[in-house]
C-alpha cells in the first residue's frame, strides 16, 4: 500500500466488475473506477446502453472496458460470464455486486396516505397485495443474484489469493422504511447485509468484502413522484443523495486506501438512520 494517500486511492491496472451498470449507481460506480485508472467490466441486463458507456469509459480514461449481458438472478449465466471476465481481463481484483429489482410494469399508484407502488421502484406493496410472483421476481434478484454473483467472484478470489467483494445493500436494511411498504425488499436488503458480513469472515484469508447501504438516490429506482420528497426531507440533509456523491465511498472501499477494513456496513443516507 502506497504511503501517500492520493495514491492509495488509484486503482491503475486493477480489474473492476459492476453489475446493474447501465444506469445509477452502477453506472457511476463503473465511472468512479475508470476515473481512477481501473478496467471495467460493465454488467447489465436489459439496457444496451451499457455497451455505449463502456466504449465512453475506455476513450474517456484510456482503460479497457466491455459490457456483458448476464441476468444475474440466473446462476449459470453468472458463473460462465465471471469465467468470460477472467478470459478477457486475466483477473477480476473487486466485484461491485449492485443490480437490484426493479418494477417496470406498474404506473403510479398513490393514496392519500400512502405510495403504493411506482413505476421504475422497487416492488412497495404491502405483503398483503403482493403476488406470489412479486414475491419470488424480488428474492431472485436482490437474494439469488447477489448470492451466484458472491459466490462466483469468491471462486475467482480464492483461486487468484486476492480478491474485493463490495455489495449494494439499503438503509432499508436498517430500518423499515416510511412511507413506502416493502417488506420483501427491505428483508432481502437485511439478508445481503449480513450475507456480506459472514462472506467477510469465511474469505479472511483472500479477500475483504464490504457492504454499501445507501439512503435515497437520485436513480430509476429512487425517483418517486412528490409524495416521496416528505420522505427525502426526512434524512438530516433534507433532500435525496446525487449519484455523484456516492462514486467516492465505492472508490474508497475498491481500493487500498480502505486495506483495513472488511465487514463493514457502510450507511451513505444524509443522515436518515439515526
Ligand atoms: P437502477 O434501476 O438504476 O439500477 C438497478 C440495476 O439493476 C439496473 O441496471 C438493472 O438493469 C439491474 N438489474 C435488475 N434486474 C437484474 C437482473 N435480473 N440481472 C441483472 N441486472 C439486473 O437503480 P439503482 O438505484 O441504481 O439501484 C442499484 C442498487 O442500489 C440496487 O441494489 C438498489 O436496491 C440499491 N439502492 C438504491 C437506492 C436508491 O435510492 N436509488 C436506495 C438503496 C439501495
Redesign the pocket.
Known sequence: TPTNVLEQFRLDGRVVVV??A?????LAVAQAMAEAGANVAL?????DAAIEKSQELSSLHNVKSAAYK????ESTQVSSTMERVVEDFGKIDVFVA?????HDTYEHGVTPQKLTFTKGM?ISKPILEQTLNEYQKQMS?NVD?IVYCAKYAGHVFQRQGFGNLII?S???AHIVNVPVDQPVYNATKAFVTHFGKSLAREWRDFARVNIVS????D????AGPDCLNEAYRMSSLGRQGHVKEIKGLYLYLASDASSYMTGSDVLIDGGYVL
Open positions: 453489475n446493474g447501465a444506469d445509477g449507481i452502477g454488467w447489465y441486463n436489459s439496457n448476464v441476468d444475474v438472478s449492485n443490480a437490484g429489482e426493479l422497487a434478484v443474484g449494494t439499503s438503509m432499508s445507501p439512503g435515497f438516490f436513480t430509476k429506482m429512487g
